[in-house]
């Protein structure tokens, strides 16, 4: 369900003529979810409220705690600030040790060399080897994706992240002021909403791509990811063995390509 993820606070502001004025400003929220696997509680997030049953969904998928949708009986958010996800009958809950349960902030990433390690165990590299994207395209992305980040016109403090098909058409949008919770409001709704993986499509993000980023879009199939902004070298490593075509300050009309090449057309 998607709920307003701005507020109003009364500020002060200091003009460029050094007068002070007094008006409204539009903030980004943020507040802690809960997310549930019946009682237990599996992780708290912080995140811009909205989409919270889609960012369930895409975490236990990033987290490879599910892997098909009919392994969820029934997803449900409530007033508290919580999802709860009832596993149908059957479907056993395990949990590794590795993985990174707990309290997550908006921007914090997996770290460790043995949950990396757990993460290479967990999701296969990819294999598709048919999807190709030409120029034009993936330069007309970034402005898409910027088009339909309505939080992000209101407080300039949100992340977006976008899927779009080999055509350039994007399929979902979500925004949140965590960029890892925005790429799971996104992998969810596409996990929800039939089958992964997604091998012929790309993951757009509107910020830097980090591992977690990558980690994430290999656990839904996608073979490309871009950013706006610039990879970090543990991205691009893991990007490398997974077979993902890693895409870096996407900035029309220029971008830099990590890995993999052979899925963009150069001329």
């Known amino acids: ?134 120029i034009e395209t993936l330069l007309s992305l970034p402005e898409k994706l910027r088009n339909a980040q309505s939080d992000f016109a209101r407080t300039g403090g949100i992340h977006a992240a976008g899927i779009f098909n080999v055509a350039g058409e994007l399929e979902i949008a979500r925004e949140d002021i965590g960029r890892h919770n925005a790429v799971d409001k996104a992998i969810g709704r596409a996990f929800l909403d039939g089958p992964l993986p997604l091998d012929r499509h790309l993951l757009l993000v509107s910020g830097r791509a980090s591992f977690e980023i990558v980690q994430k879009a290999l656990a839904a199939g996608i073979p490309i990811v871009a950013a706006v902004s610039a990879p970090s070298t543990l991205a691009v490593s893991f990007a490398r063995e997974s077979n993902q075509t890693l895409i870096g300050f996407l900035r029309p009309p220029s971008f830099n390509i990590y890995s993999h090449i052979q899925r963009v057309i150069l001329k």
């Open 1 to 134: 369900m998607k709920q307003s993820g701005v507020d109003s606070q009364k500020i002060i502001r200091r003009k460029q003529d050094g007068e002070l004025e007094y008006l409204p400003d539009d903030l980004t929220i943020e507040e802690p979810l809960e997310i549930c696997i019946g009682r237990k509680v599996l992780a708290t997030t912080m995140r811009t409220p909205g989409h919270d049953e889609e960012l369930a969904a895409g975490f236990l998928v990033s987290e490879a705690i599910v892997r098909a949708r009919d392994e969820i009986a029934q997803i449900s958010a409530d007033r508290d600030n919580r999802v709860i996800i009832d596993l149908k009958d059957g479907v056993k809950l395990k949990l590794n040790s590795t993985r990174r349960f707990g309290t997550i902030s908006s921007s914090c990433g997996l770290c460790g060399k043995t949950s990396i390690d757990a993460i290479r165990q967990n999701f296969q590299a990819i294999t598709a080897k048919e999807i190709r994207i030409d």
